[in-house]
């Protein structure tokens, strides 16, 4: 007597579809909800609009060159007395760490001029090679960077023209965090420490990788 396994083979891939489809809407069904940092994590990152700003030896700078990896950017100036270049030390020891904990992780570090009647490309290159010469510096138009900034939360104004310095230039002393996609995933409020920036990175980059898997599987 010969037994008929067709009905016991559909029960099997019966049970394997319905547990597949389980494991797919409890991906669906994960939690996934911004962390809490020292700052400001998006629950959608932000698309930015097209900008084009410019770099050291003339070459243009745009959204295409915040793709394929993660981008920490700062607006400064070269003739700031205080808050820029302590931030900049902390981007390099930020960038330190980083390649410590996460040596796969490919990094950009940009800093951008609020005072691009001073700050030519070159100079702001020059500028953030004292700190690291992997560190990107931009310039640009004028207009070009204030609607960048803006896209970012970043305000600043020129100040007094009668400081030894010519004069200061008021400006947010927030870092943007862009994902591989280009888009503005996070904000670091000041001030600013590697220790917690890199933790509170890890966190954002954790986050972004759990919402890339739930949306890829709805």
Request: glycine share 6%; hydrophobic share 40%; charged share 15%.
């Amino acid at each position: 007597m010969r037994l008929n396994h067709k009905p016991i083979l559909f029960l099997i891939i019966l049970i394997l579809m319905l547990g597949i489809a389980a494991w797919r809407a409890g991906l669906n069904l994960l939690p996934v909800t911004p962390p809490k940092i020292y700052g400001m994590t998006f629950s959608e990152p932000k698309t930015l609009a097209p900008f084009v700003l410019q770099s050291a030896g003339g070459r243009a700078f745009t959204q295409k060159d915040l793709h394929g990896h993660w981008s920490f950017i700062y607006f400064g100036y070269t003739h700031c007395p205080d808050a820029c270049p302590i931030t900049m030390l902390q981007f390099k020891q930020l960038q330190e760490t980083l390649r410590k904990t996460m040596p796969k992780q490919r990094l950009a570090f940009i800093m951008v001029t609020v005072d691009p009647e001073r700050d030519t490309p070159k100079l702001m290159q020059a500028y953030v090679n004292h700190f690291a010469t992997s560190f990107h510096g931009l310039s640009g138009d004028s207009m070009e960077i204030k609607a960048f900034a803006k896209q970012l939360f970043v305000g600043y104004q020129r100040g007094e023209d009668n400081t030894a310095i010519g004069y200061t230039m008021y400006h947010s002393d927030s870092i943007a965090v862009i994902n591989p996609d280009g888009q503005f995933a996070a904000v670091f409020a000041s001030p600013h420490k590697a220790k917690n920036m890199a933790q509170d990175f890890l966190k954002v980059a954790a986050y972004q990788q759990q919402r890339d898997q739930s949306l890829f599987y709805r």
